[in-house]
Structure formats: C-alpha cells, structure tokens
C-alpha cells in the first residue's frame, strides 16, 4: 500500500500569504496519478489538480503543483479568504487500495 | 449539472445493515467508474470500494470485503453501497466520487485520473 504523508499538519497564515503543502509517498509513484482536493467543513472534497501540476476546470491560477517520484507540492500563491480549509493529496491508480494523505489544515493566523 | 447526491445514511445497531445510494445527475454516468469513499468525525479520507463504468470489475478496501457490497444501475443513473455487519468504527460521512477516466467511443481512455465529482455525503452513525 502506499502511504502519504502531509506535512505540515497545520498551516498558519495571513491572507495574501504564500501557503507550500508537502505529501510525500513511501514508494514512487507516477506524476500522472498525483492529485490534491479542497474540503471546506459540511462539504465534499474538491477536485484542484490532477497529474500532479494539471488544475482542474474552474480553479484559479494561484493553486499550483509540483514534484515527482515521491515528493509533491502543492501552492498557493496568495492566500484568498475562501482558501482556508484542509487539503489532500491522493495517488491514483498506482496500486490498490486508492490512498490519500491525513491532510494539512490552512488557517487564518 | 454534474452533481452527485448521496442518500440512505442514518443512524444504527452494531451488526445491522444499511444501503447507501447515490444519484447522478447531468452526465453520462455509463461511461465512468465510480467510487465510495468515507469519513469518519475529524479524520481524513479513506477509500472504500469501486465498481466500473459497467458493474462488472469491483475492487474494495479491507476493511470492507466480506460486508460492503458496491453496485449500480445505469438504468437508474445510480450507485449502491450495502452495508452488512456494521461496526462502530464505520461511523463516518460516505461520498460517493467519480472517477475521472473514462473511455471514448473508440475505446481510447480520456479524462483525469482523479476523483474529479463528489458528492456532499450521507452520514452513517454505529
């Protein structure tokens, strides 16, 4: 199985703040099969980038990914009051069972 | 519009059964693999169980084989999850996602390779 790991848990800033989230996986995996996903409270997760870097319909410029092999980014560039909430990093299809990391919380500092 | 809703959640005995299901609405819903995924209070996600777009692979978590069961009804634009033998530990939020892959009509795989439709979720309380 392959295990993702989020750091950090917690992150703390100020609107108009960089925000950098890590996952990194336990063994290799593809960058095609790299995605990351919004929750917000009372609600489903949110698709934001696929194959790693590849943002989905409708999400804005300022969330990008990055990485390879085992170590994976996601940014923000700018700290928008609607960002703050917890983020998930998942690999897709590398082997069974689909796993996501335990997520990083965003919160207003 | 593409929207996913899922239904049947609710609260019951350890070792009683219950189905999920999941509504699709605003898409093709034969052409794509669907998943369920759950969440218990205060803890991320896990996946649960998959079924393709026609129902005849399934590939589940655990935790799950032996007492959930997945299954659909294009017919009825609508996904299953029966629950048997339930224990206090599947107490969680289930979402019902679809997969972003798919294969067009010539046979070629399109898409993304993510979960790219959530549902907003129905609660299950054991």
């Known amino acids: 199985e392959i295990v993702l790991t989020q750091s950090p848990g917690t992150l703390s800033l100020s609107p108009g703040e960089r925000a950098t989230l890590s996952c990194r996986a336990n063994?290799?995996?593809?960058?095609?099969?790299l995605a990351w996903y919004q929750q917000k409270p009372g609600q489903g997760p949110r698709l934001l980038i696929s194959?790693?870097?590849d943002r989905a319909t409708g999400i804005p410029d300022r969330f990008s990914g990055s990485g390879s092999g085992t170590d994976f980014t996601l940014t923000i560039s700018r700290l928008e009051s609607e960002d703050f909430a917890v983020y998930y990093c998942?690999?897709?299809?590398?082997?069974?069972?689909?796993?996501f990391g335990q997520g990083t919380k965003v919160e207003v500092k | 519009q593409v929207q996913l809703v899922e239904s049947g959640g609710g609260v019951v005995q350890p070792g009683r059964s219950l189905r999920l299901s999941c509504a699709a609405s605003?898409?093709?819903?034969?052409?794509?693999?669907l998943h369920w995924v759950r969440q218990a209070p205060g803890k991320g996600l896990e996946w649960v169980a998959v079924?393709?777009?026609?129902?005849?692979?399934?590939f589940y978590a655990d935790f799950a084989k032996g007492r959930f069961t997945i299954s659909r009804d294009n017919s009825k634009n609508t996904l299953y999850l029966q629950m048997n033998s339930l224990r206090v530990e599947d107490t969680a939020v289930y979402y019902c996602?679809?997969?972003?892959?798919?294969?067009?009509?010539?046979?070629?795989?399109?898409?993304?390779?993510?979960?790219?439709?959530w549902g907003q979720g129905t609660m299950v309380t054991v």
């Open positions: 079924i393709s777009n026609d129902g005849s692979e399934k």
């Open positions: 998942q690999q897709y299809g590398n082997s069974l069972p689909w796993t």
């Open positions: 605003g898409f093709t819903l034969s052409i794509y693999a």
């Open positions: 194959g790693a870097s």
């Open positions: 063994h290799t995996i593809s960058s095609t099969s």
């Open positions: 996602a679809r997969d972003g892959l798919y294969s067009d009509k010539n046979g070629y795989l399109n898409g993304v390779e993510a979960f790219d439709i």
